[in-house]
């Protein structure tokens, strides 16, 4: 089964440098879900989407923007990149019906210099 | 707002050991509750789930009864196996779209 893509797998930055990540949901999926996880942290919720609008919003710094495209695909866009921005990103989607379960990517792991 | 709490970890097991790892959580209205899975290096992955008051999840061996007079939602293994070492987290939703609230994680280790 086609499961939720995140791209790229990992990624490395200098401090002040920009960073966009991709997450393919499964397909039929209409929302999508972006997470941070810092070492050893509880995964935070940052943003999500439902049908090509923001739906809700976390813990997502200003310098932090997101956006779902017709073809139901995310980006996350980090600019002016800190060394706290290191962290794996998870990508994660929901179908329209049973809407309850998230099912997440694999992640991305940046790590900022 | 939503909230999960989960006991405080590392644990460590001795193979076919029973587990219990506890969770409780607070919301409004009635939330789905979630175990989700990480093994080292990996993603999330769903382990079980429970949408209403009384409902059993299970998967693996593993399973979680969704408590609502207690609001918890404890999880149990009758024997670990090494291949359980993991972080494993509690999570609750709360209807069609919303965010996932996680626990903070235990990680649990299984000896030999």
């Known amino acids: 089964a086609a499961g939720v893509i995140q791209s790229p797998r990992h990624l490395i930055k200098e401090k002040r440098e920009t960073a966009t990540l991709k997450c393919y949901p499964i397909?039929?999926?209409?929302?999508v879900y972006w997470y941070q996880q810092g070492p050893g942290q509880d995964p935070q919720f940052l943003i999500s989407?439902?049908?090509?609008?923001?739906?809700d919003k976390g813990s997502i710094p200003d310098r932090f923007s997101a956006q779902q495209f017709s073809d139901y695909h995310s980006e996350l866009n980090m600019s002016s990149l800190e060394l706290g921005d290191s962290a794996l990103y998870f990508c994660a989607s929901s179908a329209p019906a049973g809407a309850n379960v998230l099912t997440f990517g694999a992640g991305s792991r940046l790590t900022v210099l | 707002g939503n909230s999960v709490t989960q006991m405080e970890g590392p644990v460590t097991l001795s193979e076919e050991a029973f587990l219990t790892i506890n969770c409780t959580y607070t919301a409004t209205g009635y939330p789905s509750l979630f175990w989700y899975v990480q093994y080292p290096g990996e993603g999330l992955q769903l382990l079980l789930k429970a949408t209403k008051a009384d409902d059993k999840g299970s998967n693996k061996g593993f399973e979680a009864t969704y408590r609502k007079e207690t609001t918890s939602f404890h999880l149990e293994k009758g024997s670990v196996q090494v291949s359980d070492s993991a972080v494993y987290f509690c999570a609750l939703k709360s209807g069609a779209n919303s965010k996932l609230t996680f626990g903070k994680g235990i990680t649990l280790s299984v000896r030999p």
């Open positions: 989407f439902y049908e090509k609008m923001q739906s």
């Open positions: 397909p039929r999926h209409d929302t």
